[in-house]
């Protein structure tokens, strides 16, 4: 099989010709239909995180190993499966959950496979979508997405699941009755406004550096959108937000100057869902965090069943399409170098039909 693969950190991705695996036990092999080129696809390149102050975490330390297929974004056609799989039929699509864990710890007993310290993820720890195939460790990871478009279902699996699940950690109770503030206008911020609104939210504020990208979220419904390098944001912000305390943010970026922008406009008792992974190092306060009562809250993707969730709501109608740039598997390399310039609006697509 075809893939496009990191041979070396931050060098051009390479095509490589691999045997087609043969899945064995419960393991289902698909032919990709759609990948999708994620933000987080850049830390991978990359090969680590930033944690400021000098300090990097390397991918090494975390079980990713080269060459890495890269791809946790991905919709797929049943191929073929072991004898242990069950329950898939071969005319139809699906959309893989990606985020596997051990299968043996708390964590994953309680459904909460994302939250596992031996993580098994695809396109990270294991071969994922940008080739023609991929395999699933077994079929409870498949969902059915009937005749919906693969390319436009495909970033569900991580732009979706990641501000779904961030929503439900501020709480219906809050962004129902309370505009909440969201950092970057990239695909997931465009996704946070349409599930916002699919969940009957009050609507979003959104903040960003790009002109561009501040009238895609303004063109998507955004209340308001911000420039967060303007000296009076947080003054900006609270004025969109009708002069009200400020309830909860998104930190869709997860650097030093968002994250203290949020600290300075957040009301007490506010909440920050912390979801980007920019790095750096941030320098609140320590004794403000409590006399604010602030809820700082990191969330990583999403679990299974959020992922269902979501779906659902995706198969009734109630989430507004976002857009979506097709490209050729081929043009894989090119795609994330567009990624990592900012260049792209909405959602990167790789198909292969």
């Not at 596992?116 to 969902?143: E, F, K, S």
């Not at 300075?264 to 941030?282: E, M, N």
Request: hydrophobic share 45%; with cysteine.
């Amino acid at each position: 099989m075809k893939c496009y693969c990191v041979v070396n950190f931050r060098e051009p991705l390479q095509e490589m010709d691999q045997p087609t695996p043969t899945p064995q036990g419960s393991q289902v092999l698909l032919k990709v239909r759609a990948a999708g080129v994620c933000h987080s696809d850049i830390h991978l390149w990359e090969g680590g995180y930033d944690l400021g102050q000098g300090r990097t975490l390397a991918l090494k330390d975390r079980g990713v190993s080269l060459p890495l297929t890269m791809g946790h974004e991905t919709v797929g056609a049943v191929v073929s499966a072991g004898p242990d799989a069950q329950g898939l039929s071969s005319d139809r699509n699906y959309l893989v959950y990606p985020w596997i864990g051990c299968g043996k710890c708390p964590s994953c007993a309680a459904g909460m496979e994302n939250h596992c310290a031996a993580p098994a993820c695809l396109g990270v720890h294991r071969a994922g979508g940008y080739a023609d195939h991929i395999v699933v460790p077994h079929p409870r990871y498949l969902i059915d997405i009937g005749d919906l478009d693969p390319a436009q279902i495909a970033p569900y699996a991580c732009s979706g699941l990641t501000t779904y699940s961030a929503l439900k950690k501020i709480g219906a109770d809050i962004y129902r009755e309370h505009p909440v503030v969201i950092f970057g206008a990239g695909g997931l911020g465009l996704m946070s406004l349409t599930l916002i609104k699919a969940l009957g939210g009050a609507g979003a504020i959104v903040v960003d550096i790009d002109p561009a990208k501040r009238q895609a979220a303004l063109d998507a419904g955004a209340l308001a959108a911000i420039d967060g390098a303007a000296p009076d944001a947080a003054q900006q912000i609270i004025k969109a937000a009708g002069g009200k305390p400020v309830q909860a943010a998104i930190d869709l970026v997860g650097a030093p100057a968002t994250t203290s922008l949020a600290f300075d406009f957040l009301t007490k008792g506010g909440k920050l869902i912390i979801v980007g992974l920019f790095g750096g190092a941030s320098s609140w306060p320590i004794a403000l965090i409590p006399m604010k009562a602030m809820s700082i809250i990191g969330s990583y993707v999403g679990n299974l069943t959020e992922l269902k969730e979501l779906m659902e709501l995706v198969r009734a109608g109630k989430v507004p399409p976002m857009p979506v740039h097709r490209h050729a598997l081929a043009e894989a390399d090119s795609v994330l170098a567009s990624l990592r310039a900012g260049t792209v609006v909405g959602r990167a697509v790789l198909t292969t039909d």
